[in-house]
């Protein structure tokens, strides 16, 4: 059986986690899990949510790609990867648009865009509140390029990827039922 990736794309707070968490539970598809510089939120644990480094240990991975996005480091590694699909031949990861298109030049027909949005983006600031994440890195986060760039598809990947709109979770859901029964 062929390997391949789902990656989770789109703005922070449309629902990318959300989205692994419930392919993962649901259909058993494990989530590859990356390496980031940012401090742990409360409840996460190394090794699960992300590999924690620090500006010395993170240089020392092998990355299919990395950037940095609102003063930290994250990226992903190709024995991340490799990890992952010694468990499943199908595994999804999170990623922002530039990675993305990384996977998708590096790993071709391996790979399935999924960009994960919402038809307002005004919810988006709500959802990063709402989840507790620190005022000032939400401002600093909705002010950064990054954040502006995934905000829209690139027009690269305009007819590559599958755009979900993420504003009802029970439909979200049932879109992600019938893509993942069309991969099997």
Known sequence: MEKHVIVLMGPAGAGKSTVASYIEEKWQIPQ????????????????????????TTFPENHYLEQVEYAGNRYGSSMEGLERGWQKKHLVSIVLDTKGGETYRKVLGGKVC?????????????????????DEAAIEKRLNSAEFKRDLELPTNMEGHATVIYNDNWNETKEEIDKLIKGMK
């Not at 939120?41 to 500006?55: I, L, P, S």
């Not at 919810?123 to 989840?131: P, T």
């Open 113 to 133: 865009l999924w960009y994960i949005t919402v038809s307002n983006a005004s919810i988006l600031k709500e959802r990063l509140v709402g989840r507790g994440d």
């Open 32 to 55: 590859v899990i990356t390496h980031t510089t940012r401090p742990k939120r409360e409840g996460e644990v190394d090794g699960v949510d992300y590999y924690f480094e620090t500006a």
